[in-house]
């Protein structure tokens, strides 16, 4: 099977990197996934969204203490 591809550089790392077609999620938003079958997020490579993720998460986990 014949499917769209592109070769799209990250905004994030700068690398180019390969994404295959995958649907829609509405009549006119394309998904777009890796090799691996990782979702794309926009301009975004799935390996830097999750790193993004998990940084933010970690950042939003972290207790303060009551001194300040």
Request: net charge positive; hydrophobic share 20%.
């Amino acid at each position: 099977m014949d499917r769209e591809s592109q070769e799209k550089l990250c905004k994030i790392c700068g690398q180019i990197k390969k994404r295959f077609l995958y649907g829609k999620f509405n009549k006119k938003d394309k998904k777009w996934r890796d090799t691996d079958g990782s979702l794309w997020n926009g301009h975004v490579c799935p390996d830097c969204h999750r790193l993004k993720c998990k940084e933010r998460q970690r950042s939003k986990r972290t207790v303060e203490s009551p001194n300040g």
